[in-house]
């Protein structure tokens, strides 16, 4: 079974700086997508990022960019230039590629992210 | 485009009582998701539907939950009865075929 794995359970950074969350995660296939959720408090979980397990090139959204390490097992999301907008939780999640049978997101347990004036 | 629905927003229950929740996905998704989202932790599949078929639904407590998609498009998901450990969010999730999930705002239930 797969597993995704959030070792930091708050995070907090100042407003314009850096922050990096990490996480890492466990499977024995080969084809497999890689997501960064963020869930704002009482709103709705919405797609930060996605990085497919082929792509060796890193996946960058605006402010938003990874660095997957596929030997690693290893997934980091790093912020740039943070807004406090973005402060919320933050999922990782794995999903299988291809085959018959569930797509279902396996998630970490989440991270934290103040973000300071 | 409309998001996906759900409906109640919050729902409080005594224990042992029923409760059904609703979702409306995206027009046009095939695939619809309820995910369980315990305080403190990430959502887990609860059940997975392919138009108005069962695709996974593994870690569904099949003793007390129940799901259906009638005609491929809205879903409900009921608990009977309910327990304690329950209180959670729901999360309705769907997509075209196994492309990205677009997330519902889920249901608040707590079970007291």
């Known amino acids: 079974a797969q597993t995704v794995t959030q070792s930091q359970p708050e995070m907090s950074v100042q407003e314009a700086e850096t922050v990096t969350l990490s996480c890492t995660y466990d499977?024995?296939?080969?084809?497999?997508?890689l997501f960064w959720y963020k869930q704002p408090p009482s709103r709705q979980m919405i797609l930060v990022i996605r990085q497919e397990a082929y792509k060796q090139q890193n996946a960058t959204e605006n402010r938003f960019s990874v660095n997957f390490q596929k030997a690693a097992k290893s997934f980091s999301l790093k912020i740039s230039d943070s807004q406090l907008g973005d402060a919320a939780m933050y999922f990782c999640?794995?999903?299988?590629?291809?085959?018959?049978?569930?797509?279902?997101?396996?998630f970490g347990k989440g991270t934290k992210l103040s973000v300071i004036p | 485009e409309a998001g996906v629905a759900q409906s109640p927003r919050y729902k409080i229950i005594e224990k042992r009582q029923s409760v059904a929740f609703w979702c409306n996905p995206i027009s046009g998704h095939a695939t619809l998701y309820w995910y369980q989202q315990i305080l403190g932790q990430g959502p887990k599949l609860l059940i997975q539907?392919?138009?108005?078929?069962?695709?996974?639904d593994s870690q569904l407590p099949k003793d007390r939950f129940s799901a259906e998609r009638l005609k491929g498009v809205d879903s409900t998901l009921k608990i009977q009865p309910a327990k304690l450990e329950d209180s959670a969010v729901y999360l309705c999730?769907?997509?075209?075929?196994?492309?990205?999930?677009?997330f519902g705002p889920g249901t608040r239930l707590t079970v007291l």
């Open positions: 999640a794995y999903r299988r590629g291809s085959g018959a049978g569930s797509y279902q997101l396996t």
């Open positions: 539907f392919q138009n108005n078929g069962v695709v996974d």
């Open positions: 499977t024995s296939e080969s084809d497999y997508y």
């Open positions: 999730a769907s997509s075209l075929m196994y492309n990205e999930q677009f």
